[in-house]
């Protein structure tokens, strides 16, 4: 256990609909990151935020935002589906920017 | 930008016979090389990170080492529940952004 959480572990929906995905990050990390694993295309980079801030942004579609909330929970807002979307999206968490420990993922399945 | 080249793509071993899995990277100014393990259906579990030419680390059957242009995953004597992908990526120095440039992995199988 990584002591990275996300929910739901799983989620189906339809083209065209928006869902949220959410992450809490180890106890004490600050950054956290969104990937996006496609069969494709492995690991992609997403976003970054840091205690709250963005900090680095990566292939992230304008479809897709994110936030990190003071808590320093974050959420990743995925709008206007398409089938092309479905994939597993992963959140990791650091404290200095080295070492991510990745969360157990959400399974996006889009109808 | 930064890339990473994994191979083989898939590598089935028999229980106690040891290979070695590639990373090749190119990077401008490594920050750090990392492993990760990852089961079918789960998050990337961290296994090692190295920093510079030279490094290696070790935990139980897994030895990792790193040179000025590929990371080798050494694994001796495997057993089954090695059976997992294997996946290496490059943390480069540019910018304040710590993000992780990811290879397709090495599918590991190792039977009985």
């Known amino acids: 256990d990584s002591g990275v959480t996300q929910t739901p572990k799983h989620l189906i929906t339809a083209t065209g609909q928006r869902v949220t995905l959410r992450c809490s990050p180890r106890?004490?990390?600050?950054?956290v990151y969104w990937y996006q694993q496609s069969l494709d295309q492995g690991l992609q980079f997403l976003i970054q935020?840091?205690?709250?801030?963005?900090?680095a942004k990566g292939n992230i579609l304008e479809r897709f935002s994110a936030q990190q909330f003071p808590d320093l929970h974050s959420e990743l807002n995925l709008s206007s589906l398409e089938l092309g979307d479905s994939a597993l999206y992963f959140c990791?968490?650091?404290?200095?920017?080295?070492?991510?420990?990745f969360g157990p993922g959400t399974r996006l399945t889009v109808l | 930008e930064d890339q990473v080249t994994q191979s083989p793509e898939a590598l089935r071993l028999q229980e106690g016979e040891s290979s070695s899995l590639n990373c090749s990277y190119t990077v401008s100014g490594l920050r750090g090389l990392f492993w990760y393990r990852q089961d079918p259906g789960k998050g990337p579990e961290f296994l090692f990170t190295?920093?510079?030419a030279g490094e290696e680390k070790e935990k139980e059957r897994l030895k990792a080492t790193l040179t000025k242009k590929e990371s080798f995953l050494h694994i001796t004597a495997p057993k089954p529940e090695d059976s997992a992908t294997y996946l290496c990526a490059v943390q480069g120095a540019a910018g304040t952004a710590s993000k992780l440039t990811f290879g397709t992995g090495t599918r590991l199988q190792v039977t009985l």
């Open positions: 190295l920093y510079s």
């Open positions: 990791a968490s650091s404290f200095r920017g080295n070492e991510q420990f």
């Open positions: 106890s004490g990390d600050l950054s």
């Open positions: 935020y840091y205690n709250g801030e963005e900090r």
